[in-house]
């Protein structure tokens, strides 16, 4: 009779080494992407938080007051970027006895990811900034507020 010895070849446990480094990349890949969302949401909040306050600062001011506040350009705290805030008349006044205020932000995560239409300026390629990069005539983000303001 034949003596067969219990174990695993050498094949089964390479497969099986193969099967858990393939694991572990997928939950590492996972991981890293959790932590740019958590950044990303930070962030967010951060710059949320901001443009509402830069809104209610700008409506505690004088309406004849609120022109000056067109360009303004202001770092975020917190984060490498800047709001702008940029001042209209609004659509809907038909006298001028109305503004519209919109307030942008953009930034750079850590990962050098952009957020919004925020990064060197073609003019000057040293200053980072928001501007119109697709050339639309309308600076963008997805972290903007807009009001209107009456006199």
């Known amino acids: 009779m034949k003596n067969r010895e219990r174990g695993f070849t050498l094949l089964e446990v390479m497969f099986a080494a193969l099967v858990m480094v393939a694991l572990l990349v997928g939950v590492l890949s996972l991981y890293t992407s959790c932590l740019n969302l958590q950044e990303t949401a930070k962030n967010s909040f951060r710059a949320s938080f901001q443009l509402s306050s830069k809104i209610e600062e700008i409506k505690g001011t004088s309406f004849n007051g609120i022109s000056a506040y067109n360009n303004n350009r202001t770092a975020l705290n917190g984060l490498d970027g800047e709001m702008l805030v940029e001042v209209n008349p609004s659509p809907e006044s038909t006298n001028g006895d109305l503004l ?29 900034e928001l501007f119109d990069m697709n050339g639309n005539g309308t600076i963008e983000s997805p972290y903007e507020l807009i009001t209107d303001i009456g006199n």
């Open 100 to 128: 519209e205020v919109r307030v942008i932000a953009g930034w750079t995560q850590k990962d050098g990811s952009r957020i919004g239409e925020y990064g060197p300026n073609p003019d000057n390629s040293d200053q980072v």
